[in-house]
């Protein structure tokens, strides 16, 4: 079982970026699934979830409004449209699944992608 995220890169501030999550296995279509994000010298820190069903989102303060996290059961893909970035959102962006629901909490995901980076300059 395998989570593999892409679609990070260097945009300027005010930029858009669109983040994925390919799943390998069809069980996640049934999980919960979550994006993190680490900057340099900081801790992981809760981005956004989204229900198995795709019904019901959650965000982190500092992302609503510019940020949103969709999913695509048939294709076993979770996305992160980011929009109207800040330097602030520099970091590596981690998705995140797990049999336990969305949650905001990065201890209740079993499974973890190996990140894509993502800089915003200003």
């Known amino acids: 079982v395998q989570l593999q995220a892409f679609g990070g890169g260097l945009v300027q501030a005010g930029g858009s970026l669109r983040l994925s999550c390919a799943a390998s296995a069809r069980t996640f279509s049934n999980y919960g699934m979550g994006w993190f994000r680490q900057a340099p010298g900081k801790e992981r820190e809760f981005v956004a979830a989204?229900?198995?069903?795709?019904?019901?989102?959650y965000y982190a303060d500092f992302v609503k409004g510019r940020f949103t996290i969709s999913r695509d059961r048939a294709k076993n893909t979770v996305s992160l449209q980011m929009n109207s970035l800040k330097p602030e959102d520099t970091a590596v962006y981690y998705c995140a699944g797990g049999p336990r629901g969305a949650t905001t909490r990065y201890d209740e995901y079993d499974y973890w992608g190996q990140g894509t980076e993502v800089t915003v300059s200003s």
């Open positions: 989204i229900t198995w069903s795709g019904s019901t989102t």
